[in-house]
């Protein structure tokens, strides 16, 4: 019985993949069968060493705000590996800042990275994912996902860029989905809750650590999500199980958008 949910030897790209989430979901892709390209910014030993332990199948050193070699990185996959069925876009940043306190550099460096290299990103995979022959059991040409937020459609004070950014991205996925779906190419996105990883955990709770309680009365559930969860969402997202979603926002937050009651 095959239980690799569709996705043996699919070819997956995850940006960021030598992070927390991109990390956690190169492993559940790679133990599916699928052979998962990992882009990140860490040097070629550091990054070929994250391949080795994640299970993936190759590394190329792409910076997520630069379109030349997100266009570089993904070209050379569909040389590699013959096509991309699969493209997550997932590295971002995440400085906070209050309105009064931001610099136009504040702006810029977060939207480069978490808006405009995402758009970047899905036109780079989308020009090649069209060219290609569509699965002969799904006719799907291929799936671009995205790592959101929470926050991108519920505020969150004291992150402002971030948030925008992520709101942003929701509306991205949207117009993307519409516009290609008649190609058979589907755009959805995880948004993750409060994690103690990635980079609530780098740039809330190392440098704050009354936070962690602050943001734990925020979640019904009571407890911080997991990189490996937010992995499991996007593993679906990657599998034939979602074949019949796109332009749709995942959201995994154990209940942080709603109104906890006591």
Same mark, same amino acid.
């Given at each position: 019985?095959?239980?690799?949910?569709?996705?043996?030897?699919?070819?997956?790209?995850?940006?960021?993949?030598?992070?927390?989430?991109?990390?956690?979901?190169?492993?559940?892709?790679?133990?599916?069968?699928?052979?998962?390209?990992?882009?990140?910014?860490?040097?070629?030993?550091?990054?070929?060493?994250?391949?080795?332990?994640?299970?993936?199948?190759?590394?190329?050193?792409?910076?997520?705000?630069?379109?030349?070699?997100?266009?570089?990185?993904?070209?050379?996959?569909?040389?590699?590996?013959?096509?991309?069925?699969?493209?997550?876009?997932?590295?971002?940043?995440?400085?906070?800042?209050?309105?009064?306190?931001?610099?136009?550099?504040?702006?810029?460096?977060?939207?480069?990275?978490?808006?405009?290299? &995402?758009?970047?990103?899905?036109?780079?995979?989308?020009?090649?994912?069209?060219?290609?022959?569509?699965?002969?059991?799904?006719?799907?040409?291929?799936?671009?996902?995205?790592?959101?937020?929470?926050?991108?459609?519920?505020?969150?004070?004291?992150?402002?860029?971030? &948030?925008?950014?992520?709101?942003?991205?929701?509306?991205?996925?949207?117009?993307?989905?519409?516009?290609?779906?008649?190609?058979?190419?589907?755009?959805?996105?995880?948004?993750?809750?409060?994690?103690?990883?990635?980079?609530?955990?780098?740039?809330?709770?190392?440098?704050?650590?009354?936070?962690?309680?602050?943001?734990?009365?925020?979640?019904?559930?009571?407890?911080?999500?997991?990189?490996?969860?937010?992995?499991?969402?996007?593993?679906?997202?990657?599998?034939?199980?979602?074949?019949?979603?796109?332009?749709?926002?995942?959201?995994?937050?154990?209940?942080?958008?709603?109104?906890?009651?006591?």
């Amino acid at each position: 019985m095959d239980n690799s949910r569709g996705l043996k030897q699919k070819v997956i790209i995850i940006t960021g993949g030598c992070g927390d989430i991109g990390g956690a979901t190169a492993v559940k892709l790679a133990e599916l069968g699928a052979q998962v390209v990992l882009f990140d910014i860490l040097d070629a030993e550091e990054g070929h060493a994250r391949v080795k332990q994640l299970g993936a199948s190759a590394y190329i050193q792409v910076d997520q705000s630069e379109t030349e070699e997100l266009r570089r990185g993904v070209a050379e996959v569909g040389k590699q590996f013959g096509r991309v069925d699969v493209a997550i876009g997932n590295a971002g940043i995440g400085p906070g800042g209050n309105l009064l306190d931001l610099e136009d550099s504040d702006w810029e460096n977060v939207l480069r990275v978490n808006l405009i290299g &995402c758009a970047q990103f899905a036109q780079a995979v989308v020009r090649h994912m069209v060219t290609q022959e569509p699965d002969s059991v799904s006719n799907i040409r291929g799936k671009v996902l995205f790592t959101s937020s929470w926050v991108g459609d519920f505020p969150s004070p004291g992150a402002i860029p971030y &948030c925008v950014s992520k709101a942003g991205l929701n509306h991205l996925v949207r117009l993307v989905a519409q516009e290609f779906a008649t190609k058979g190419i589907l755009v959805n996105a995880v948004a993750p809750g409060i994690l103690n990883a990635g980079l609530t955990k780098k740039a809330a709770f190392q440098r704050d650590s009354k936070l962690r309680q602050k943001y734990l009365d925020y979640i019904p559930l009571g407890q911080f999500g997991t990189a490996e969860q937010v992995a499991d969402a996007f593993v679906f997202l990657s599998s034939s199980e979602s074949n019949y979603m796109t332009g749709q926002i995942l959201t995994v937050d154990g209940g942080c958008t709603i109104t906890k009651r006591e």
